[in-house]
């Protein structure tokens, strides 16, 4: 190279900027994905039966009974726990996840009614919230002075002013919901696990909790996985003093699958870092049966 | 220079220069106190059946531990049989400790936590517990083997896809109460016939005297029944937990108890009739107990002061230096509008 070939310092500049830039598409090599798919839950999983006061017991079937739905990959999943599938359960009682999701989380909906009853995903609107547990199970909704909540504007602003958010979308209870139901009647719901360590072979598993039945009192339409000791906080603000209630902390860790929970029979396999990842949650756990996802049961 | 004379000058400057280094971690660790264990062993153990106080006081194990000199965490341990049923591990780490109330007193109203915590005499021990099988550590007296060492009860494996994963065996796996703050684990279900271990690991030791004293129950059941049982099925609040186990604080440089000797256990140890306990440090435990810190601080104040005396918030003051020990804290220490 000749003398008057020589980079100039713009020149190298340049070269300096395009070294820096190129930096960015740096492949590091490492196997993290997000494992994007669908989960659906079969119709069974959203009706139940209620019975309100003075009336006759009526089925409704709603999107707002679908509990969180939480997602886990494991080394294997198998009958050899249960009786029904289960992830590989290692020598200290726990299952170790690489990587896990859930589909709707428990949100405080600012009033001690709510603790435990109300999930992300599943609201569009604030009246949504109170038309299903005042107009359809039949609950007395009471704020913190004992007034009647009949509008979902009480709920905006009580949390607008007790959690010092600026939007609904802090308040993370309202939005587009989570499950669509699907042509068959079913309901299915996008999920990501995000930045999982790709790991071949390993299975995908989930399971539904279900909301607690009208039989179980004050705890009814609650959720078995939700808990107001751990990783929950105490509102404790001026007449509102209650428990918020939060997502218990080892529900991927030691899943506790009580019967009516919904497993899928046949887990996803994670073969291919691309693929999207399907699950059909068509095990109800304390039945022999396998749900074929029209609705009613084929026995297995 | 010859080039091998040069390579070993260059090895033997490396050499000093690596023992300088490691020579200087002496001056970043608590050092030991002469005669205290940093590591202490109480042997093996039977859970004592607790029926009421007489019960709990003959079988509370009061003890002393100390730094151990070097980078290792200390701690306590003992071993039990198990057999088939549930124990009790309460441990009491001297001495009891709160965060001052920092919102001020008006008026009439007091908070009996608005005078500061002397945080120099408090320390932390935390339990961990399990099948011996699993234990990584030793059960010796560090004063006699120099290798012995706190462990865990964690265990290396691989899943069913080869990946690591480290299993742990801990049964009491969430006990980390804190500063100065009673702990207890129950094991339930205890493998009956086989060796289990306990830890209790010295999270922090007083930053006084680098010494830590404790008061130790290990008894047959939950530690919810011994409660129940103690307090006839009173509740029992978070602050009277503190004096299900009293008299903890222990004065520097006593010598073992001699029942706790004759009973097998290791030095610097004492049962519940001979244990020198700290003067006066009965009746701090007892104010923090029945949330009166306000006015027990309040009155120590004053009798130190109408003393001509100041108080000293670390081991043994020095009285010719008009210096008294003080259980609660220095209130100038507070924000000034707050004193």
Redesign the interface.
């Known amino acids: 190279m000749t003398s008057d070939k020589l980079p100039t310092p713009v020149s190298k500049m340049a070269l300096g900027f395009a070294l820096l830039l190129s930096g960015g598409c740096y492949d590091e090599g490492l196997e993290i994905f997000d494992l994007d798919g669908t989960i659906t839950v079969p119709r069974d999983a959203a009706t139940r039966e209620v019975t309100l006061p003075g009336e006759s017991p009526k089925t409704i079937t709603d999107v707002r009974l679908i509990g969180p739905v939480y997602v886990g990959m494991y080394?294997?999943v198998d009958y050899n726990y249960y009786d029904y599938p289960y992830p590989?359960v290692?020598?200290?009682g726990?299952v170790?996840p690489?990587a896990g999701t859930s589909v709707g989380d428990f949100r405080n909906a600012c009033m001690e009614f709510f603790s435990c009853r109300v999930l992300s995903g599943r609201y569009e609107n604030y009246d949504d919230l109170v038309g299903w547990f005042a107009d359809d199970l039949g609950f007395t909704i009471q704020n913190a002075i004992g007034d009647q909540v009949v509008s979902g504007e009480q709920i905006r602003s009580e949390c607008l002013d007790l959690l010092f958010y600026a939007s609904d979308q802090e308040i993370g209870i309202i939005g587009d919901l989570d499950f669509e139901e699907n042509e068959d009647g079913d309901f299915v719901a996008d999920y990501r696990i995000w930045q999982a360590n790709y790991?071949?072979?390993?299975s995908v598993w989930a399971y539904m909790d279900p909301p607690l039945s009208q039989a179980a009192g004050t705890d009814a339409f609650t959720f078995s996985t939700c808990g107001s000791d751990q990783g929950s906080y105490d509102e404790n603000t001026y007449d509102r003093q209650y428990e918020v209630g939060s997502v218990d902390r080892d529900v991927l860790n030691v899943p506790t699958v009580l019967p009516g929970t919904y497993v899928p029979k046949e887990t996803y396999i994670w073969n291919d870092p691309y693929a999207l990842g399907d699950i059909v949650l068509d095990f109800k756990v304390g039945t022999d049966d396998v749900l074929d996802l029209d609705g009613t049961e084929a026995s297995e | 220079m010859k080039p091998q004379l040069r390579l070993t000058t260059l090895l033997l400057a490396a050499a000093t220069l690596m023992s300088a280094c490691y020579s200087r971690y002496d001056g970043l660790v608590p050092q030991r106190s002469e005669g205290v264990p940093g590591i202490s062993d109480l042997g093996v153990l039977t859970p004592a059946t607790i029926t009421n106080q007489g019960d709990l006081l003959n079988s509370t194990i009061y003890g002393e531990l100390g730094a151990t000199g070097t980078v290792f965490q200390g701690g306590l341990t003992f071993s039990f049989v198990g057999t088939g049923g549930d124990v009790c591990i309460w441990v009491d780490p001297e001495l009891a400790a709160w965060t001052p109330y920092v919102f001020g007193n008006s008026g009439v109203t007091v908070n009996q936590f608005s005078w500061p915590d002397n945080q120099f005499d408090d320390g932390d021990l935390d339990i961990r517990g399990g099948e011996s099988v699993y234990y990584s550590g030793t059960q010796a007296n560090d004063l006699d083997s120099e290798s012995a060492r706190i462990g865990n009860f964690e265990i290396n494996s691989t899943d069913s896809l080869g990946t690591p994963i480290l299993l742990n065996f801990d049964r009491c796996n969430s006990v980390v109460a804190g500063t100065g703050v009673v702990e207890d684990c129950t094991i339930g279900g205890t493998l009956e016939g086989a060796l289990h271990t306990v830890v209790l690991e010295t999270f922090s030791l007083p930053i006084d005297d680098w010494r830590l004293s404790y008061g130790l129950v290990f008894a047959e059941g939950t530690c919810d029944e011994m409660l129940a049982t103690l307090s006839e099925g009173a509740p029992v609040n978070e602050l009277q937990r503190e004096c299900v186990i009293l008299g903890e604080s222990i004065p520097a440089g006593e010598p073992t108890g001699s029942l706790a000797a004759d009973a097998g256990l290791p030095t610097r140890t004492w049962t519940a009739g001979e244990v020198p306990t700290i003067e006066g440090s009965i009746d701090f435990e007892t104010a923090y107990c029945g949330a009166q810190l306000y006015n027990y601080c309040q009155e120590e104040f004053n009798r130190v002061t109408a003393n001509g005396n100041r108080c000293a918030w670390h081991e043994d003051p020095d009285p010719a230096e008009g210096l008294e020990r003080c259980f609660c804290g220095d209130r100038t220490t507070l924000p000034e509008v707050l004193q």
Do not use: F, I, L, V
């Open positions: 080394a294997s590989e290692q020598a200290d726990r170790y690489y790991r071949e072979g390993a």
